[in-house]
């Protein structure tokens, strides 16, 4: 017989300690197990009730009830859902309480010595976030009307809703105080720097003003033996650019950081009056506090100068380029063409990812590019030229094979170029062995079968003999102050530089060598004299009692330490040269050696800090100077330079080689610029 199915009882709605749960007739006990699963989400806003033996569903805002049979679906709780007045209520509520709770929220958790852990809180801080859009003004070259764009506020506002716009004059307050701040360090790690600095400078031109500026860039190795690299100013030259004029505005710049007396190379670039400012220059200067009283103070920019000698030689071979410019600008006319000449280059094979591209008047190495990209597509003009009767300037046979042994020749140009651009901090050292071999293949070209390419050869060893006069003796000190090298590297090369003379020039290097070993042992006794000669005289007047026999001491202890300079000197010279390795760090070498070479590591310490050259990576190739767009004519020269000046301090912090090297790509904009001028730029760009 089977048993009958238990009734359930409603227990009374009144009984809040059992509302809504079930009485089993056969156990006697209460059951809340609920009858069904509630899948819907709407069931996080309602709570499902029997009341009276109806199955109600209960707000939980307002405490209204609805009906909640199976058969009557969610739809009317939905709708009750979106005009219940109480859970709206309760929305907006919830919201501002996370507002609150985001503005002290914990941010992390800081543990202590004993063990024990501490949280601690975030709090909105509007000056913090101005000085935070200030850096990143600097940092990534905003314009300073990114304050005033709708969506910028926006955002900030969605991420902190007590977020309050701020105007241009504001964000310009607070980079100006940036670069107070940051400039104060600069002169303040530039005064307690005990080594001597290198000056680099360059000029940048604005169009349709009368107004340039003068990057001043200072290198030094600081105490940690760590080559620096620090942007000193951007100062505003007023037209025309005399030699007095820049001479005035530089030393004025270098007296203000109070390195006047610390210097030890200006490295500049071609410019005409650059020759004659150096001497106006001279003259204002102590020749005490120079090496060797100016002798090597005056270094011209490799880089321009090997720029402007290879841009010298290639116009003298300029119409056998012009063929191939005039092929090269014919078929990148117009997207058509491109098109046409795309498709035999891929009937024909060809699967050369390089475009044609056409040289730039102020770059050389775009017209290597240009003929190394053309010889690869060399058939395709050949073809072309039978298919195409508009095309009429096919270079000839010969024009090709120049070309190839051009591409060639400059090749080697353009790897020396490349090494010197891209190394981070390049230290002194590292050139002489590349402008040596620059030298010589030079000479190669004199051997070449083409009266074009002897032609160019001549004319551009003849501009590189005016360089090399000026620039060999500072590189082959800093040679020789490579423990790898040292003098053997110079006895190598120069035989086959110099041919029968170069013993002369041998001993010529290490002359130089050693006198400026001597004169950094007198500078170092003379700072010491006024501390120790009353403590001398006194120690010498107790063995001497007459005094023509102490000066005799005294200058008797010059000697001995002349000839410990002697002894220093001859010890590192003639010690076995370390073996070649590339990733040799010379600056710990000095750093681990200076209780062995006290007076060879300051002038190590010196010399290798110095670059041979001004420009960065960015116009390395290029013999225009430096230029700042359009969009600068109407900032302010105060504000241009603290962008500049601090974009590149901030930069360095973070290991950014282009910021201390000063690439000078920047496009910072002035106040009357608007979003659309800056979409512009950023399309040209």
């Not at 314009?143 to 902190?160: I, K």
């Not at 390049?426 to 083409?450: A, G, K, M, Q, Y």
């Not at 282009?658 to 950023?682: P, W």
Request: charged letters at 25%; hydrophobic letters at 35%.
């Amino acid at each position: 017989m089977s048993t009958p199915t238990p009734t359930p009882i409603v227990v009374d709605d009144d009984d809040s300690s059992h509302q809504g749960a079930v009485y089993n007739a056969n156990c006697g006990k209460i059951s809340s197990k609920p009858t069904g699963r509630l899948k819907s989400i709407v069931w996080q806003h309602f709570e499902r009730k029997e009341i009276n033996g109806v199955q109600k569903a209960v707000c939980n805002y307002c405490k209204n009830r609805l009906v909640a049979r199976s058969t009557d679906g969610t739809r009317h709780l939905r709708d009750h859902m979106k005009v219940c007045v109480l859970r709206r209520q309760k929305v907006i509520t919830d919201r501002r309480q996370k507002d609150i709770t985001q503005y002290a929220m914990p941010l992390r958790t800081i543990k202590h010595d004993q063990g024990k852990t501490k949280s601690d809180a975030f709090c909105f801080d509007p000056n913090v976030t101005r000085k935070k859009i200030a850096r990143m003004i600097i940092m990534h070259e905003y314009p300073l009307s990114v304050v005033d764009h709708e969506g910028f506020n926006d955002v900030l506002s969605s991420l902190q809703p007590l977020w309050k716009p701020v105007s241009r004059d504001e964000i310009k307050k607070e980079i100006m105080d940036i670069y107070e701040y940051e400039r104060a360090k600069k002169v303040c790690a530039l005064d307690c720097n005990q080594s001597r600095i290198a000056i680099t400078t360059k000029m940048w031109t604005v169009e349709n003003q009368s107004v340039g500026y003068m990057a001043v860039t200072a290198h030094f190795i600081d105490d940690s033996w760590t080559l620096q690299s620090h942007l000193l100013r951007f100062i505003p030259v007023s037209t025309p650019h005399t030699a007095e004029v820049v001479c005035d505005t530089l030393l004025h710049c270098l007296m203000d950081h109070n390195i006047d007396r610390k210097l030890s190379a200006l490295i500049v670039d071609n410019c005409s009056y650059n020759e004659q400012m150096i001497q106006y220059l001279l003259l204002k200067l102590r020749k005490d506090d120079l090496i060797m009283h100016g002798q090597l103070f005056h270094i011209r920019c490799f880089v321009d100068t090997l720029n402007l000698i290879v841009k010298d030689g290639l116009s003298v071979i300029s119409d056998a380029i012009a063929k191939i410019r005039d092929s090269v600008s014919f078929w990148s006319e117009s997207s058509k063409r491109m098109e046409k000449f795309e498709e035999i280059a891929h009937l024909l094979g060809i699967t050369s990812d390089r475009k044609l591209v056409l040289d730039c008047a102020a770059s050389w190495n775009s017209t290597y590019l240009m003929i190394s990209t053309a010889l690869q597509y060399k058939s395709v003009f050949s073809l072309l030229e039978q298919h195409d009767g508009q095309y009429g300037c096919l270079p000839s046979e010969k024009d090709w094979e120049l070309a190839h042994i051009l591409e060639e020749k400059l090749k080697s140009l353009d790897d020396v170029t490349q090494l010197f651009s891209n190394v981070k901090y390049p230290t002194s050292n590292l050139f002489f062995l590349h402008v040596c071999e620059i030298r010589l293949s030079l000479d190669d070209w004199l051997s070449s079968s083409f009266d074009e390419i002897k032609k160019l050869g001549r004319s551009m060893i003849e501009n590189f003999e005016k360089y090399w006069k000026d620039i060999h003796g500072i590189l082959a000190v800093a040679c020789v102050l490579d423990p790898r090298y040292k003098m053997k590297l110079i006895e190598y090369y120069f035989p086959m530089l110099f041919g029968g003379d170069f013993s002369f020039h041998v001993q010529r290097v290490h002359s130089l060598f050693k006198d400026l070993a001597n004169e950094y042992q007198s500078k170092c006794q003379s700072s010491n004299v006024n501390s120790d000669l009353d403590s001398s005289s006194a120690t010498l007047s107790e063995f001497c009692p007459y005094k023509k026999h102490a000066q005799f001491m005294l200058g008797f202890q010059d000697f001995i330490k002349a000839k410990q300079v002697q002894s220093e000197l001859d010890s590192y010279l003639g010690e076995n040269v370390l073996p070649l390795t590339e990733d040799f760090d010379i600056l710990g070498w000095w750093k681990a050696n200076m209780s062995r070479y006290p007076t060879l590591s300051k002038i190590a310490r010196d010399i290798l800090a110095i670059p041979v050259s001004t420009v960065g990576s960015g116009s390395a190739f290029s013999t225009s100077g430096g230029f700042v767009s359009p969009h600068h004519r109407k900032l302010d020269p105060n504000t241009l330079e603290a962008l500049m000046c601090s974009q590149s301090w901030l930069r360095g912090y973070l290991g950014d080689l282009e910021s201390t090297s000063f690439s000078g790509n920047a496009t910072f904009f002035d106040e009357e610029n608007d979003h659309e001028e800056y979409q512009e730029v950023c399309r040209e760009s």
